[in-house]
């Protein structure tokens, strides 16, 4: 059963640990080396961490208008030191180089996992169930959108749509990450060689991002671009 969870990660994280007989953060820095996330890092408090932005919420009042102030700070460096889920700190030019790596091992160039594993991670299984949802694309409403988590994705299945070619029969691996007010997104069109992604310091923007990578999909992509 695949469902997305914090406390699955937080489970394969231990289990790697007892594995390999090393920290976790230990191991994820090394694999941030090879991947050449340069300044991907685990979060801590105990050194500077530069380019850190401050997160915002925004605070209503009872007549409806709102002002921004900064959002309270968990810490999610205790009691454990560095937790898998919710413990790395990036950058849009670290989950777009990321998502390169990726879709470079969809093509064979680059091998840190094989090609298959990769697929039988994006791969629906008999165990998960394909969920609906809707999305206004170029300001034309799709439905029945198959959606649902594959392993550590969420996977989104268009149906054929009339009148906007790029999106039609498109497929979406998209995974996000939220902390208090900051969020941040990635999203992987394998078949169109395509990805994008994008971190914000507001919240409540999580539940908008899929649609929104979708919609700069169809504004970005150019088919007639090779690599």
Same mark, same amino acid.
Request: hydrophobic residues 35%.
């Given at each position: 059963?695949?469902?997305?969870?914090?406390?699955?990660?937080?489970?394969?994280?231990?289990?790697?640990?007892?594995?390999?007989?090393?920290?976790?953060? $230990?191991?994820?820095?090394?694999?941030?080396?090879?991947?050449? =996330?340069?300044?991907?890092?685990?979060?801590?408090?105990? &050194?500077?961490?530069?380019?850190?932005?401050?997160?915002? *919420?925004?605070?209503?009042?009872?007549?409806?208008?709102?002002?921004?102030?900064? !959002?309270?700070?968990?810490?999610?460096? &205790?009691?454990?030191?560095?937790?898998?889920?919710?413990?790395?700190?990036?950058?849009?030019?670290?989950?777009? #180089?990321?998502? #390169?790596?990726?879709?470079?091992?969809?093509?064979?160039?680059?091998?840190?996992?094989?090609? $298959?594993?990769?697929?039988?991670? /994006?791969? /629906?299984?008999?165990?998960?169930? *394909?969920?609906?949802?809707?999305?206004?694309?170029?300001?034309? $409403?799709?439905?029945?959108? *198959?959606?649902?988590?594959?392993?550590? /994705?969420?996977?989104?299945?268009?149906?054929?749509?009339?009148?906007?070619?790029?999106?039609? &029969?498109?497929?979406? =691996?998209?995974?996000?990450?939220?902390?208090?007010?900051?969020?941040?997104?990635?999203?992987?069109? @394998?078949? *169109?060689?395509?990805?994008?992604? !994008?971190?914000?310091?507001?919240?409540?923007?999580?539940? $908008?991002? @899929?649609?929104?990578?979708?919609?700069?999909?169809?504004?970005?992509?150019?088919?007639?671009?090779?690599?």
């Amino acid at each position: 059963y695949f469902k997305y969870s914090n406390n699955g990660i937080n489970l394969i994280a231990s289990i790697i640990e007892n594995l390999q007989q090393t920290p976790y953060y $230990k191991i994820v820095e090394e694999f941030y080396q090879d991947f050449g =996330l340069r300044t991907t890092q685990m979060d801590s408090d105990d &050194k500077m961490i530069q380019r850190r932005v401050t997160q915002y *919420k925004p605070v209503y009042s009872p007549d409806g208008s709102f002002h921004y102030q900064p !959002a309270p700070v968990t810490d999610n460096l &205790k009691p454990y030191p560095h937790w898998a889920a919710e413990g790395a700190i990036s950058t849009v030019e670290d989950l777009l #180089q990321f998502s #390169q790596n990726i879709l470079d091992i969809t093509r064979g160039r680059y091998n840190y996992i094989s090609n $298959k594993t990769l697929n039988d991670m /994006w791969n /629906w299984t008999t165990e998960i169930g *394909k969920n609906v949802t809707s999305m206004t694309i170029d300001g034309i $409403k799709i439905d029945n959108i *198959k959606t649902n988590y594959v392993m550590g /994705w969420q996977r989104f299945d268009f149906p054929e749509v009339q009148g906007l070619p790029n999106i039609s &029969k498109l497929k979406m =691996l998209f995974h996000t990450g939220m902390m208090e007010s900051a969020s941040a997104i990635m999203a992987i069109f @394998p078949e *169109k060689l395509f990805a994008i992604s !994008a971190i914000a310091n507001l919240g409540g923007l999580s539940d $908008k991002f @899929p649609e929104m990578a979708v919609n700069s999909f169809q504004i970005l992509y150019n088919p007639n671009q090779n690599d």
